[in-house]
């Protein structure tokens, strides 16, 4: 089945917003149009900065328009394993912040019309009760509970229920807080040096600048070539599928996720490294057709994912670069993890005091098996042989015959047919013809 633009992609309330044609000056440059980029922009011009977001395409045009936009502190990795990775005051840490991240979208979302729906969120599994995951939870001060059905045509052994989730329409959102924001759109920053973004034309000076571009292109600082790579999936929306009453994670790495959109039900699988092969297509409609046989597929999309070391983001400042901060590596977890970004940037900025930046600083500790995946990636990708080469770091691309593309599987970056970009870190087209 050949891919299709998301559901959120075409709506009625977008607007256009100018390109760059001289060179600027501002207090506080955010890069990038992503519903991180925007939050970021959002808050720091109500602390009373000056605000520039310049976006190399138009404003939620990337990873956001693909995005199953759900709302919910519970993500993938189960808090019983962040507690073992990092310790109870850290996963309390991202577990409240996170809760915070739901209520703030609750309060911006008051006289928006974006869909916005109250939900509760479940994790569930289908091999073995969730006991460990529920008293990690209580363990940390949250109320969760442990339930042995769901709305879910699937007979799960267990499920842990966060209570007061939510959904929406991402880019109705996103456009109705935009509004109000000075944005330059099909303005490609291409580098940063001396408090200066330049583009292929011209240049914004910055005070401070926030790059929010889903995966940083700066690769001389902070090193996030290695401490992240990106990982796809893929959601098909059914029609006749029923009200699932909530949003879902399976428990199972790689497993598959859920949540309604009006008369819709869509049905995530995969979160396979960019540039390596998948079965995800096939599962779904295996399971489409197990669990909906009378189900129609109106639609099917790809997203794309940025994945830490440690299932948490990076926000702080980027590597050695005193003026310029970072908001990436959401794990899959956008939503959350932007409004997160955006308080956490808007408080490093503003002066204010808040306990959760050490636990996101992109400076934490890096070695984690992980680490020497992405190092043997790039290595082996490095010697492939192919001159079909990503500019971003030379890497081997590959074509993606399901998508019609040409992928990198070191760090992600994506590139059609001409050789033209989809998705960075990459910087440049690229030959591939």
Not at 62 to 72: F, L
Not at 176 to 199: H, P, S
Not at 324 to 345: C, R
Request: aromatic share 12%; net charge neutral; charged share 25%.
């Amino acid at each position: 089945m050949n891919m299709d633009k998301s559901i959120w992609s075409e709506f009625d309330s977008k607007k256009d917003f100018p390109t760059l044609d001289r060179n600027i000056e501002c207090e506080t440059l955010v890069i990038g149009g992503g519903i991180a980029g925007i939050l970021t922009a959002y808050y720091l011009k109500e602390a009373g900065k000056q605000v520039v977001l310049v976006e190399g395409k138009t404003i939620g045009d990337g990873v956001t328009k693909n995005t199953t936009a759900v709302i919910t502190a519970q993500h993938d990795t189960p808090y019983s394993k962040l507690i073992k990775m990092h310790g109870v005051k850290k996963a309390k840490a991202y577990l409240d912040i996170n809760l915070s991240a739901v209520e703030e979208y609750k309060r911006l979302a008051q006289g928006i019309d974006c869909d916005f729906e109250i939900k509760p969120s479940y994790m569930y599994s289908e091999k073995h009760g969730l006991d460990e995951e529920y008293k990690a939870l209580l363990s940390l001060g949250y109320e969760a509970e442990l339930v042995g059905k769901t709305p879910l045509p699937i007979d799960v052994k267990s499920a842990v229920k966060f209570s007061g989730m939510a959904e929406f329409h991402p880019l109705k959102f996103m456009y109705a807080i935009a509004r109000e924001l000075e944005i330059y759109e099909n303005t490609f920053v291409v580098g940063i040096e001396d408090n200066a973004a330049y583009t292929d034309k011209y240049r914004i000076r910055f005070k401070e600048a926030v790059v929010a571009t889903h995966f940083p292109f700066i690769n001389s600082h902070g090193a996030f070539f290695i401490k992240m790579h990106q990982r796809r999936s893929y959601v098909m929306a059914l029609e006749n599928a029923g009200d699932v009453k909530g949003t879902y994670i399976d428990d199972m790495e790689e497993g598959f996720y859920f949540r309604n959109y009006r008369d819709l039900l869509l049905v995530g699988k995969g979160e396979h490294r960019t540039g390596t092969h998948t079965n995800a297509i096939e599962e779904l409609e295996n399971f489409k057709s197990k669990y909906f046989p009378k189900a129609d597929i109106k639609r099917m999309w790809a997203n794309q994912d940025c994945v830490t070391l440690d299932s948490m983001p990076y926000i702080g400042r980027y590597g050695a670069m005193k003026s310029v901060y970072v908001t990436t590596g959401f794990n899959l977890w956008g939503m959350t993890g932007s409004m997160v970004g955006a308080m956490l940037i808007r408080d490093m900025l503003t002066g204010q005091e808040n306990e959760y930046m050490k636990v996101f600083s992109p400076k934490r500790r890096i070695l984690r098996l992980q680490l020497f995946a992405n190092i043997g990636a790039f290595l082996l990708n490095m010697i492939f042989p192919t001159v079909k080469r990503c500019p971003h770091m030379g890497c081997a691309l590959k074509y993606n015959k399901r998508e019609h593309s040409w992928d990198c599987s070191c760090h992600g970056s994506r590139f059609n047919e001409e050789g033209k970009i989809i998705d960075n870190p990459s910087t440049k087209d690229t030959k591939v013809r």
